[in-house]
Every structure is written in structure tokens, then in C-alpha cells.
């Protein structure tokens, strides 16, 4: 039996150790510092998304999004995903000429699944938009999820798998056995394994370069609002083309307002910190475009870490100092809906050394080429 370990127990880690103990031959145990879901995994927006990815990301996107529509079968879950579409409203003309060449280049590569829709369109879609809104660009069957639903789920998927979850365990360091096999150190005991994963997130970094790897990879601390309950008034998930927002209303009533609205971050620390002035700006585009939203009251916001690369896309692949180890980490606030293509993509390449799923874009090479 092969033995792998996995670091990180965020959603992908989960997912990679889920998809490798899967794998017939394999023996998984995931080490996660703190608790599993502690950081961005179980805070994030939940947005499950095709529309506006980088176009290195679209391929493995599109791979995810068949996952997420099968998602009871994956893990037993639907994991709250409901595909009620994602929405990108365009506010002026050039908004709306951004979004008409950013349709012609999607389609160019193959891809159909964003369209550009005019006004009359777009009020169909969000009835509560201000009339100052021209348009939009439309994804009909992304959508959006629960995060901690789904950290939840690809935790007892993982068990039932027979990953051993070990929380509590803080790695410290990674070394080449003269067995060809890899010596994990932490704060617990050594372990060893044929493979190890890197998904520690806003940590892997410093895990990389314990092996000697430079990777470049900064963090970030997206800030969330919730407001009260409130009316029914919209279905899809929306997003800013000029200003930031990301906004979508919960099946219970509530706003969830998000948009890349940066707090302060202490990765030392493991913690985030809120700045309101921020936040402030936040619910103000989700006023001016929602005027329903006008006076509502914010009940909790909160921020999370996550890692963030220079050009906004992971680093996935084997480790160039260290055979046996593999990356995936750096996805930049937008890794959760491509957690399960990735940790699948992650666990075929710990077991066979090659994937055919589509990773190549996110290879480290590229800041070397870069530079």
C-alpha cells in the first residue's frame, strides 16, 4: 500500500485526498494545522463560477462545473449548490464593450457559456437593479453554494474514503529519505510517505520553501458582509464589471456582499482583521445598484486568509526540488469552485505522475520564464 500525506485541510486538501484514497493502492492521511474549513474554505463567498475566469482557468472550470452538478455523487451532497446563474452588470457603455470583446474572446477558444444580454434581458434576470444598469454578461447555470456545507461534506467523504484526518498537527519540515520515500516533520511525530500534497493555502509558501522552492505567492484577507433578512428580490449571483461586488441573496432572506474588499491580514498570527471604511464602500455599490438595499442593516462581516499569486492563478504541479511532492495552492479567492477538478487533477497526478485534466497553465515555471 502506497502512503500519502496531504497538508491542509481546506477544500483542497479535502478534495485531493478524497479523489487519492479513491484511487485503488492508497493509504491517505490529510495533517491540518488548525481545524479543517478553520480559514478560507469555510468563509468564503461560495460562488461556483465559470463566468469572468482568467482563460487559463476555463478549461479546468468547465471540468468543475460538471462536478458540481453531480455533487451527491461526488460526496453525498449537494453541498447547498444551487445553479441559479451568476450575472456581471455592465454600468456604462464601456462596461458594455469590455463585455461584448470578453464574449468574442470566450467563444473564440470554443467556450459558450457566457452571453451578453442587453437591458431589457437583464431586468428579466434581476427585477431590483437600477435603471442605471445598460446590461450584462450571463452565465445561466453557475450559481452558488454553502461553503462550510461543503467542507463539511468532502470531510465525510474523505473519512468514509479512509483518509485519516489528523487536526492539531502543525508540519515543520520536509526531506528526501534515502528510501526515496518523503520524512514530513511537525510538532506531533514524523511521518513518511511515497507523496505529499502542498494545499496549506496562505502557508504554502513557507511549506515550499522548506524544500528550497521560491515560489511567488502573497496573501489576502477578502472581507464578507450579512445583512438582515429581507424581501425575495434576487436569484442569481452578481458581480461588478467596473466597480468590485459580489452580492447574492441566501435562501433564507439574507445579503451576502462580498467583492474582493480587502481587510488586514497576519498570516503569523493566523488571523484577519476587518476595516469598515472598506466595508462601507462595499454596501455602498450594493446600494447604488440594488436601491432595495438602501437602509438595511449589516448584521456580521468577517475576512478570511487565503493566497494570492502574482498573476491571480494557482501553482499546481510537482514540486522541482523535492520528486514526490506536489503543489496546489495560490487560487487567488476564486479556488472554490474548481476545488473538485483540482484535487482530482492533484491525486491523479500523485498516483500516476500525469493528469489529462487541464493544469498545465498553472505550472511554477512560469514565474521563472517571467522573470
Request: charged share 20%.
Amino acid at each position: 500500500m502506497n502512503r500519502a500525506v496531504v497538508i491542509g485541510g481546506g477544500l483542497h486538501g479535502l478534495s485531493t485526498a478524497l479523489h487519492l484514497a479513491r484511487t485503488p493502492g492508497w493509504a491517505v492521511t490529510l495533517l491540518e494545522r488548525r481545524h479543517v474549513g478553520r480559514h478560507s474554505s469555510g468563509v468564503n463567498a461560495g460562488g461556483v463560477r465559470r463566468l469572468g475566469r482568467d482563460l487559463a482557468e476555463i478549461a479546468l472550470s468547465a471540468v468543475a462545473n460538471e462536478m458540481w452538478h453531480a455533487m451527491p455523487a461526488l460526496v453525498g451532497d449537494d453541498c447547498g449548490f444551487q445553479a441559479t446563474g451568476q450575472v456581471k452588470v455592465a454600468e456604462t457603455e464601456d462596461d458594455l464593450r469590455r463585455m461584448a470583446q470578453r464574449e468574442a474572446q470566450v467563444r473564440a477558444l470554443g467556450w459558450t457559456h457566457e452571453e451578453l444580454v442587453d437591458r431589457a434581458e437583464l431586468r428579466r434576470l434581476l427585477p431590483a437593479i437600477s435603471p442605471h444598469v445598460l446590461g450584462g454578461l450571463v452565465t445561466r447555470d453557475d450559481g452558488a453554494a454553502d461553503p462550510m456545507r461543503t467542507v463539511m461534506a468532502f470531510r465525510r467523504a474523505a473519512e468514509a474514503a479512509g483518509v485519516a484526518i489528523r487536526e492539531g498537527v502543525a508540519v515543520t519540515g520536509l526531506a528526501a529519505t534515502a528510501a526515496g520515500t518523503i520524512r514530513i516533520g511537525t510538532d506531533h511525530g514524523p511521518f513518511e510517505a511515497e507523496r505529499v500534497a502542498n494545499c496549506a493555502g496562505a502557508w504554502a509558501r513557507d511549506l515550499a520553501a522548506l524544500v528550497g522552492e521560491d515560489i511567488p505567492c502573497g496573501v489576502k484577507a477578502s472581507m464578507m458582509i450579512v445583512t438582515e433578512r429581507m424581501p425575495r428580490f434576487c436569484e442569481p449571483t452578481v458581480g461588478g464589471s467596473s466597480r468590485p461586488l459580489s452580492f447574492k441573496q441566501t435562501a433564507t432572506g439574507t445579503v451576502v456582499i462580498g467583492g474582493g474588499h480587502q481587510g488586514r491580514n497576519d498570516p503569523a498570527a493566523e488571523t484577519s482583521t476587518v476595516l469598515f471604511d472598506s466595508l462601507a464602500h462595499a454596501a455602498r455599490i450594493a446600494s447604488e445598484l440594488f436601491p432595495i438595499m438602501r437602509g438595511a442593516r449589516i448584521m456580521r462581516s468577517w475576512a478570511g486568509i487565503e493566497a494570492r499569486t502574482p498573476d491571480q492563478i494557482p501553482v499546481m504541479g510537482e514540486s522541482r526540488t523535492l520528486p514526490g511532492l506536489f503543489h496546489s495552492f495560490g487560487f487567488s479567492g476564486h479556488g472554490f469552485q474548481l476545488s473538485p477538478a483540482a484535487g482530482a487533477a492533484i491525486a491523479e497526478l500523485m498516483a500516476r505522475g500525469a493528469t489529462n485534466l487541464p493544469v498545465a497553465p498553472f505550472s511554477q515555471d512560469r514565474f521563472r520564464s517571467a522573470a
